[in-house]
């Protein structure tokens, strides 16, 4: 249908009065219609027809020549307009009901579903009702109605039974019932309709909000035409083409992401139809074990009722069966009884067995406490045995000749003797092997003869305080991590990190702190690992020279062909790239190297080395001038004459410069210093607190060797024994009871005065030196001209 608007308000009016008069005709005109579907549209179209003619709904309008009839005929046509300007944006809905209209309309079974407004059956045959049927379905819509009003159908049937049969005076039960019987089949055919047509609303719903997604598509569109055409630029519709171009792009993409999900569906859809296939198999397997079941049953029951049929047999195997269930029951009692006795019997042995074996359990503790303890003595007549070795190897020039080979003979058997071997004969509780869990070597490998009785000693210690303390100390403090289940900032968990993370909580801690204390940025170590890529570094030839020489006494750095060793220079690279203002600086590789061992990731060891870089230490101390470490180094020595005052005199007289030892702690965090437990322990601490820590272990090293430095009255050999003495020093929780206990208080407000006091003073001096280079090179520079006069002259006189 074909939609037009008038030409004036007159002209409308006139039209709808015309269209409702037609309607009323119409509805005058039909006055019988057929059963099931007249009464359901008929009355209501009545009472408004009524309605209509008491309101007088539109008042008689003047006939608009102009639009209507033969003037309206004479004049020319309007001219006709685009495709969407046929279209009324202002009735949306009436547009929609066109639009259904024409639908439905093409539709030829339209009429033979039961339609409502199908009136062609009720013209044709209306001869063929008479008053009766008339009367049944008027009771039969009265039903209807009542069901859709409140439901109650059986008591308005009744009242319609009753009225028909008062009605005809009771002519006959019968008939009556047959009435009622045609009566009920008529009202479940118009429920039959009544369904099948809301189903068909619920299509037309349906139809009609795709419709009306089609007329907002359809306005938009129109919109857009007329954005187009009433463009007054080019440059405007070019604007307009793009903005359709991106939308059919926004449309591609969304129909390639329904195209993806439609295959994920089909892949879920595939899935389901196994797993459906699955149910059916296991329902067939569970009919036929309920087949089976019946089959058991009926043979049961075909056995129960021949024994019935015959009540004699019946009763002598019921008797039977009886006295053998009796007989049965007690030789069940006499076995309940056993049982019970012998279930005494053995809950008295088993509470026996237990407490023998609680026994046994603690034994066995205080044997492996006592062999551990005896073990780590042991060890320590060893390392005593192995140092007196040592003392005599160094006085062996004033020994006899005798005295000398015998000590070398005992060296030389004490070199010889493995422990690895020893434990395997013997029993062993906590043997040391030959790496830890980080790869770091148990037993230095020192390539000098004479130190390598000290490794020997160094292995001994390390076992007789990991059996010492692995009972008293280490088993209460990983009870104590275990306990720990989320991370936050507290006096407590300062506390337990001083006191050493365990090895299965060291990498989730120190994730912990880098997370915490280093904002990471999304997706920039994979950038910088771009950026190195496409361009190189000047660092990078200095960064592959450090590569070979970090953490030799490590195997995942000791080779080459180790598979950190490629990590380590993706890091070291793009830290180049992150902080251009260091660049790479000796030291880094290192502290990148046991980022790398305990976090395992690149990306989380970039960021530790981040954040001990950029958070932890100051300003400038990886820089070119390394000032800063230069400050730090004067700061410790302030602080080592303040604790450890008898240290620091006995230095002073034998003109000790400790910096040269110490300035290389500080600078890479005791790396290769330290054994590889208590350096973990230094840097579990260090993450969490910073550079303040340092200081205190640097101290404790001291304090902790104080006695046997002071023994030594030669500079070269106090030099030779600060070269290796923290490799001596064993005993972690000694080390950090002395950092963390004998030397408080130790305020961070003290270090940062004394590092901006130090660092002007360092400052000052360098001025100083730049100043006298200046005048040394504005002096050389005048002395020149006449150093080459006298060259001249010289070469005259020679001439």
Not at 483 to 493: D, F, G, M, R, Y
Request: proline share 4%.
């Amino acid at each position: 249908m074909m939609k037009t608007n008038a030409i004036s308000k007159q002209a409308m009016v006139y039209w709808l009065q015309q269209l409702q008069m037609r309607r009323w005709e119409f509805c005058n005109t039909q006055s019988r219609f057929p059963v099931g579907q007249s009464q359901l549209v008929n009355e209501p179209l009545a009472d408004k027809t009524k309605i209509a003619d008491s309101e007088d709904f539109l008042p008689p309008v003047k006939t608009p020549t102009e639009s209507v009839g033969l003037k309206a005929a004479s004049l020319p046509a309007p001219q006709t307009s685009t495709a969407l300007h046929n279209i009324s944006l202002k009735h949306p809905w009436t547009e929609i009901q066109n639009t259904v209209y024409s639908i439905c309309g093409s539709k030829q079974l339209w009429g033979n579903n039961g339609n409502i407004f199908n009136f062609s059956e009720l013209q044709e045959h209306p001869e063929n009702l008479d008053e009766e049927q008339e009367a049944e379905v008027e009771a039969a819509c009265a039903v209807k109605e009542s069901i859709s009003e409140d439901g109650r159908m059986e008591s308005r049937l009744n009242w319609v039974r009753k009225a028909k049969w008062i009605s005809s005076g009771l002519p006959g039960l019968p008939e009556e019932l047959s009435r009622e019987r045609n009566s009920m089949d008529k009202v479940s055919v118009l429920q039959q309709q009544i369904l099948t047509l809301t189903e068909e609303v619920k299509s037309q719903k349906e139809l009609v909000k795709l419709l009306h997604k089609a007329l907002e598509a359809a306005q938009q569109e129109k919109g857009v035409s007329s954005m187009y055409l009433t463009a007054a630029e080019d440059k405007d519709r070019l604007e307009l083409v793009r903005h359709k171009v991106r939308q059919i792009e926004d449309l591609t993409n969304r129909l390639e992401a329904l195209e993806q999900e439609k295959k994920e569906l089909e892949q879920i859809l595939t899935l389901r139809d196994s797993h459906i296939q699955e149910l059916k198999e296991h329902v067939q397997l569970l009919m036929e074990k309920s087949h089976a079941k019946e089959e058991v049953v009926m043979a049961l029951t075909e056995q129960m009722a021949r024994g019935l049929s015959d009540p004699l047999q019946a009763n002598t195997i019921a008797a039977e069966t009886l006295y053998k269930q009796q007989e049965e029951i007690e030789h069940l009692k006499d076995d309940i009884g056993a049982y019970k006795t012998q279930n005494q019997f053995l809950n008295s042995e088993i509470h026996q067995v237990t407490r023998l074996w609680t026994r046994a359990a603690e034994n066995e503790k205080a044997l492996l406490m006592k062999c551990a303890c005896l073990q780590a003595q042991n060890c320590q007549m060893e390392s005593k045995y192995l140092t007196v070795l040592r003392k005599l190897q160094e006085a062996v020039p004033g020994l006899p000749s005798s005295h000398s080979e015998l000590v070398r003979n005992l060296i030389q058997q004490a070199l010889q003797w493995d422990v690895k071997e020893e434990t395997e004969e013997s029993f062993n509780v906590n043997p040391v092997s030959e790496y830890d869990e980080y790869g770091f070597m148990t037993v230095p490998d020192y390539e000098v003869e004479d130190w390598k009785l000290l490794a020997k000693i160094q292995a001994l210690e390390i076992k007789s305080n990991n059996l010492r303390s692995h009972e008293v100390v280490e088993k209460p403090l990983r009870d104590r991590w275990n306990s720990v289940v989320e991370l936050n900032p507290s006096a407590e968990l300062k506390s337990l990190i001083r006191s050493g993370i365990p090895a299965e909580h060291r990498q989730r801690v120190w994730r912990w702190i880098v997370s915490w204390r280093c904002g990471h940025l999304p997706h920039h170590y994979q950038q910088l690992l771009q950026q190195s890529k496409a361009t190189e570094h000047p660092a990078c030839r200095q960064i592959e020279l450090d590569l070979p020489r970090t953490l030799t006494n490590n195997k995942h750095f000791s080779s080459p062909t180790s598979q950190l060793i490629p990590k380590l220079r993706r890091v070291l690279l793009a830290f180049s790239w992150h902080n251009p203002a260091i660049g790479y600086c000796q030291g880094l590789n290192r502290l990148a190297a046991v980022a790398l061992l305990v976090l395992e990731e690149e990306e989380t060891a970039f960021w530790c080395l981040v954040h001990i870089v950029e958070n932890l230490m100051p300003a400038d101390y990886y820089s070119d001038t390394l000032i800063t470490s230069q400050v730090d180094q004067r700061v410790f020595k302030d602080f080592l004459s303040e604790k450890v005052p008898h240290l620091t005199a006995h230095f002073q007289q034998y003109q000790i410069d400790v910096s040269l030892i110490t300035f290389n702690w500080f600078l890479v965090a005791f790396v290769d210093s330290l054994v590889s437990d208590i350096l973990l322990r230094v840097w579990d601490a260090f993450l969490y607190e910073g550079s303040k820590v340092i200081f205190r272990y640097a101290l404790a090293i001291f304090k902790y060797n104080e006695e046997e430095i002071l023994r030594i009255h030669d500079s070269v050999e106090i030099y030779q024994y600060l070269r290796f003495f923290t490799r001596m020093i064993t005993d972690g929780r000694k080390l950090m009871n002395i950092a963390f206990n004998d030397l408080n208080p130790f305020p961070m407000k003290a270090l940062r005065n004394r590092r901006s006091a130090h660092r002007e003073e360092l400052e000052a001096e360098l001025c100083q030196l730049e100043q006298i280079k200046a005048a040394y090179v504005k002096e050389r520079a005048e002395q020149m001209p006449q150093d080459l006069k006298e060259v001249v002259s010289e070469e005259e006189e020679e001439i």
